[in-house]
């Protein structure tokens, strides 16, 4: 799987939350570097002073337990993301927490 499939479903669960919410989601409160629009992008990015996937579990049978993936799939002290829902479907965190055990390909 490659880079683009990753920022697909990042960016198709925004839409779907923006469709279902009727508004643009406001991700600013992430914090300064939050951002997919490249891989270099979404390797430093950092939200709530969580980096998104820490460095040392790419490539790592435990890349579930990147930021990314716990954020997606249960979310931090139950605040499951995209907050509120609709939520990226299992199967597609699946295959991003792959990527990661898979060393993050372009
Ligand atoms: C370490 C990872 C993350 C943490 C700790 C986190 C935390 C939070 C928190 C606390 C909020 C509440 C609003 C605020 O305080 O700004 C929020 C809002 C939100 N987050 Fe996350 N988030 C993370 C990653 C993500 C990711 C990867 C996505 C996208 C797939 C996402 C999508 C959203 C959306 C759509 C909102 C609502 C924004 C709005 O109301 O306009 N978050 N997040």
Redesign the pocket.
Known sequence: MRFERVQQI?TD??AA?ASS?G????????GTH?AWNSKADLLAA???N?R?IQPELIGTANAGQA??II??RVG?AG?R????GPY?PDPQIDEIEQWIKDGCPD
Not at 23 to 30: E, K, T, V
Not at 81 to 84: A, D, E, F, K, N
């Open positions: 990042l669960g925004l939350w919410k508004r643009d989601p406001d991700l600013s409160g992430h939050f950092v939200g709530k969580r998104l930021n990314l954020d997606l931090f605040n993301m995209p907050q509120g990226i």
